[in-house]
């Protein structure tokens, strides 16, 4: 009985040696897997500068409302351009999450922040109006922003519908 037991221990030893022999790896397969972390460590790096600059953004934007009472008289522009603008009158929510009012001083563009404050004028008639930017948009061909009902009738625009402005960013 007793060499019975030897047998299948000795069994034993040999099935466990052959699980102990690590594995063969190959340096294309070393290769593979340190590009697959590198790419991943670049797009971890990626997302946190991406992350960082959002967070600045959204920072300088709080401090700017912050101050903007205090600096109400100080104006500063920073940057004029000329497009034309148009008007819009549908929609339930902005961009931006808030609810669309046709009665308030608004507009659309398609690259400025959120918040962002646009002293316009049309070239026209020398009418100008000061919006806040809160919706992406125009999306037509040509135009670069759109304005809310209200601003249009400041800007005297609501009958032809376009009219050429003059922006200029108000910091």
Same mark, same amino acid.
């Given at each position: ?18 699980? /102990?022999? %690590?594995p063969s790896?190959?340096?294309a ?10 790419i991943?460590?670049g ?18 934007l709080?401090?700017a409302?912050?101050?903007? %009472? ?12 000329? +497009?034309?603008?148009?008007f819009y ?10 609810m ?5 001083l ?7 922040p ?11 008639? +020398? ?14 061909? +040509? ?12 800007? +005297?625009?609501?009958g032809?519908?376009?009219?050429k402005v003059?922006?200029e960013? /108000?910091?």
């Open positions: 009985m007793s060499s019975i037991r030897w047998a299948r221990t000795s069994l034993d030893i040999k099935a466990i040696r052959i699980h /102990l022999n %690590p790896v190959s340096a397969g070393v290769r593979s897997v340190f590009q697959l972390f590198a991943a460590l797009a971890a790096s990626l997302a946190a500068c991406a992350q960082s600059s959002v967070v600045t953004q959204k920072s300088e709080a401090a409302s912050r101050q903007a %009472p205090l600096e109400h008289n100080r104006t500063k522009i920073q940057v004029a351009s000329h +497009g034309l603008a148009s009158t549908e929609g339930t929510q902005t961009a931006n999450g808030e669309f009012n046709t009665l308030q608004t507009a659309a563009h398609r690259t400025l959120f918040g962002t404050r646009l002293r316009l004028t049309n070239v026209a008639t +020398g009418r100008s109006v000061t919006v806040r930017v809160n919706d992406r948009g125009p999306f037509v061909p +040509g135009r670069v922003v759109d304005v809310s009902y209200s601003a249009a009738e400041t800007l +005297g625009m609501v032809p519908g376009v009219a003059k922006i960013v /108000l910091q």
